[in-house]
C-alpha cells in the first residue's frame, strides 16, 4: 500500500506509475489523481500542451524512424532480390493470397491482365492485385495501368460506362 499525496488516500503500489525519481520507484500522486491533472492541465493550457507534445514526438520518435528508415532502404539497395520477395509476399498476406492460390490465378489468366490482355511479366512488370475496396475480396490481377484507371474511377461500374460513353462520342 502507499499514500497518495494527492487525495490522500491509501491505495495499492499498482496504482501509481513508476519514477526512478523516488527512493520507492514510484510517484507520489496515484494514477487518477495524475490522469485527472493532466487533463485539467491540457484544457486550461491546449496550446502549450500542444507544442510539448510535438516537441516530445520529433525529439524521441523522429530520429529513431529515420534512422529505421535508413536502414531498411540501405538493406533493400543491398538485397533487391529478397526484397522484391519481402514486398510480394507481404502483398499476398495483406489480399489472403498464398503464393499458391496467386500461381493458380497467373495460370487461369495466362500470365495475363483480365481486363486488357497484356502480359506485363514480359517486360519484368508483375500484374497488380485487384480487389474490392469494400469486401477486399479478390477479383483479379490487373496490368498496372487498368488497375490504376478503374481506381481512379474508384471502382465504379456507373463512372466506367460514362467513361466509355464519353470515348464513344469523342471518336464518332
Known amino acids: 500500500m502507499k499514500h497518495c499525496t494527492r487525495c490522500q488516500t491509501e491505495k495499492p503500489r499498482d496504482q501509481f ?3 526512478k525519481a523516488n527512493k520507492d520507484g514510484l510517484q507520489t500522486w496515484c494514477k487518477s489523481c495524475t490522469k485527472q491533472t493532466q487533463s485539467e492541465s491540457r484544457k ?18 523522429a530520429k ?8 531498411t532502404t540501405k538493406w533493400a539497395k543491398e538485397n533487391p532480390e529478397l526484397y522484391a520477395l519481402h514486398k510480394f509476399r507481404s502483398k499476398l498476406k495483406k489480399y489472403g493470397l498464398t503464393e499458391e492460390s ?19 511479366m514480359a517486360i519484368g ?9 469494400e ?18 474511377l474508384k471502382d465504379s461500374l456507373e463512372l466506367v460506362l460514362k467513361a466509355a460513353n464519353y470515348l464513344r462520342r469523342s471518336s464518332e
Do not use: F
Open 44 to 61: 486550461e493550457n491546449p496550446d502549450k500542451h500542444s507544442k510539448w507534445s510535438k516537441d516530445s514526438y520529433y525529439k524521441n520518435h
Open 125 to 133: 512488370e508483375e500484374l497488380s492485385i485487384d480487389h474490392c475496396h
Open 135 to 152: 469486401t477486399g475480396k479478390v477479383r483479379g490481377l490487373l496490368c498496372r495501368p487498368c488497375n490504376l484507371g478503374i481506381g481512379n
Open 64 to 71: 529513431s524512424k529515420k534512422r529505421v528508415r535508413h536502414n
Open 17 to 19: 506509475y513508476k519514477s
Open 102 to 120: 496467386y500461381n493458380a490465378l497467373v495460370s487461369k489468366q495466362n500470365n495475363c491482365c483480365a481486363i486488357c490482355g497484356t502480359n506485363p
